[in-house]
């Protein structure tokens, strides 16, 4: 089918009208950042004197190594765990069909439709009777289980699509469950499953509400999480604040140019498999 050139230009317009809105906040907060410590500056104004020392400032003030440190081990301790208990429920769900398979999807599905907030205070107090109250893991236990329906149902989508005779013929060859699923399955689900990881390193990395309820040591959050108290602290200087949080954006801006493949292709993936 052909396209008009009309369409194509307002297509075109539309994208950069939508990229202007999302690019001139993030302009705004560096052009602010520059500006000295402890003035309110007003719009997208360029200083006179660029104080690139702010960066520096608060990459002391919000101790910044520290949360590097934290958000790097939250991050390994909830992705590969996740990644291993969803692929292996996805698959006994989607392509073993065990008994009960359809009623396990359906309370996994149900659990996409829970609100995350509402979660909240019940961790808390549960944590809060476990003694795990203000650590890491106060953190990566709940993340991995809240991302559990979501990452089941998206690994689901992946194996119930394989076909059969796959499974067959390796059974013919004197494969057991455990052969398919190592040897044949797992590699065959490698691009949903680095797909899912990214998406989930990334959603852990920026993770906020859980690190600001069940963490009050700000040194122990993620980097996200972290910006809670940073603001606390220093919400009257405008400047040191954006400086913060682009220091903050930063890393998370780097995985996205590195991996914006497997990103676009992760976010894609849903309407493609269906």
């Known amino acids: 089918m052909k396209v008009a050139r009309g369409e194509i230009w307002t297509g075109r317009a539309l994208l950069l009208v939508l990229m202007a809105f999302t690019i001139l906040p993030f302009i705004s907060i560096f052009m602010t950042a520059l500006h000295p410590s402890g003035t309110v500056p007003g719009g997208l104004e360029w200083p006179a004197d660029p104080q690139w020392i702010n960066f520096v400032t608060a990459w002391n003030m919000a101790e910044m190594p520290k949360l590097l440190a934290s958000s790097i081990f939250i991050v390994l301790a ?55 109250y203000n650590t890491r893991l106060a953190i990566v236990l709940p993340l991995i289980a809240l991302y559990m329906p979501f990452a089941i149902f998206w690994m689901r989508a992946h194996f119930i699509n394989m076909p059969v005779e796959i499974s067959e013929a390796a059974r013919v060859d004197g494969a057991t469950t455990w052969d398919l699923f190592w040897h044949i399955h797992v590699p065959l689900a490698r691009p949903p499953i680095v797909s899912l990881g990214i998406l989930m390193a990334i959603w852990t990395w920026n993770q906020f509400l859980l690190c ?22 220093y919400a009257n200087d405008v400047p040191l604040l954006c400086a913060g949080t682009i220091l903050i954006l930063v890393p998370t801006l780097i995985v996205f140019i590195l991996f914006q493949r497997q990103i676009i292709e992760a976010l894609l993936q849903g309407s493609i498999k269906g």
């Open 78 to 132: 909830v992705v590969p765990v996740a990644l291993v208990i969803s692929t292996m429920a996805g698959y006994a769900i989607g392509l073993l069909r065990i008994p009960g398979a359809r009623v396990l999807f359906f309370l996994f599905v149900f659990g996409l439709t829970l609100p995350f907030s509402g979660f909240i205070i019940p961790i808390y107090i549960l944590e809060r009777a476990m003694g795990i």
């Open 212 to 233: 600001l309820v069940l963490v009050e040591d700000p040194t122990q959050r993620t980097m996200a999480g972290a910006l809670g108290a940073f603001q606390g602290h």
